[in-house]
């Protein structure tokens, strides 16, 4: 009978669906902004979906994601529950900063997301175009004063190009850096900056309630249901994607880096994952595996080109 009673409690655990291990997540951002979104977006997935019963979202912002990066290397070491979502911004913050830790320390698993810039300014803005926003800041780049994401990261970057585009010393441009998406937009709102850039998901309700004009999107074509025309379409030559992945610590072992592989190829194949990058305005860029990181070497390659460029980077 106790064999029996034993029997049935093993059956039953056995019948109970297998959870991954909890995963902790670091979001090295304050909250509301892209990398926050992506790893809260990661923690309802993964929950949903049954690939983790439970997982914790960590905010660690500052100096583009770098702290939370080197505390995450330093603290993580070895746990194959921990991740960190990191991307396009992070390579850039990592140069311009000169961080003693970089992408090198942890263990990349994949790119998600892609996302297009998006140049907003205030409803009550006396700029109504985006080639007004241009000739403002032909005349006086000093004097148009844009807001978006950390220094060196995408926002920045995509800056830098539009003046290059336009024949303006990038040098030049007056580029206020917020660490996360909440402080940037209250800026924009509250008109304490000329113009806005960052992705157009995190304007899209603003844009959409009329409070923030939408002046260009950073694609090569027009964005399906975005109303818009695209820098290229304005007369500079100028196509930026920002784009986000997933790193899992350092130090893991061959199986435990294939567990989370696995985990995160679930996550994005699934029914979850893709209405929330319907409901997010994110394209689906996921690349793993050794193509990803081929690709993240050539990323960072061109990113140290593109900061140099603009003056970021001696």
Do not use: C
């Amino acid at each position: 009978m106790k064999q029996f009673f034993l029997a049935s409690i093993l059956a039953g655990a056995l019948a109970l669906p297998a959870f991954a291990a909890d995963y902790t997540i670091i979001a090295p951002a304050n909250p509301g902004g892209g990398w926050d979104q992506t790893a809260r977006s990661i923690q309802t997935v993964m929950q949903q979906e049954g690939i983790s019963g439970n997982v914790q979202v960590q905010n660690v912002p500052g100096a583009g994601g770098t702290i939370g990066l080197a505390q995450f290397a330093s603290q993580s070491k070895g746990n194959p529950n921990a991740l960190i979502v990191g991307g396009y911004v992070m390579v850039g913050a990592i140069l311009t900063n000169n961080s003693p830790v970089t992408l090198n320390d942890v263990t990349p698993i994949a790119r998600l997301t892609g996302e297009y810039e998006a140049i907003v300014v205030p409803a009550d803005s006396p700029l109504k175009t985006f080639g007004d926003l241009v000739e403002a800041l032909k005349k006086d780049p000093g004097a148009v004063s844009w807001g978006g994401g950390s220094a060196g990261g995408t926002d920045h970057i995509a800056v830098g190009l539009i003046a290059k585009a336009a024949g303006v010393d990038p040098t030049k441009i007056n580029y206020i850096a917020f660490s996360g998406g909440g402080e940037a937009l209250a800026a924009i709102l509250g008109s304490q900056v000329t113009a806005g850039i960052s992705g157009y998901g995190e304007f899209e309700s603003q844009v959409k309630s009329g409070t923030l004009r939408l002046l260009a999107v950073s694609s090569a074509e027009r964005i399906a249901g975005v109303d818009a025309p695209t820098i290229k379409e304005s007369g500079l030559d100028v196509v930026v994607q920002n784009w986000r992945m997933v790193a899992a610590a350092p130090g893991l072992t061959d199986e435990q880096k294939a567990a989370v592989s696995t985990d995160i190829e679930k996550l994005v194949k699934s029914a979850s994952w893709q209405e929330t990058l319907k409901t997010k305005g994110w394209q689906d860029t996921y690349l793993a595996g050794d193509a990803f990181k081929e690709q993240l070497a050539k990323d960072i390659s061109a990113t140290e080109t593109v900061l140099k460029d603009i003056g970021l980077v001696k």
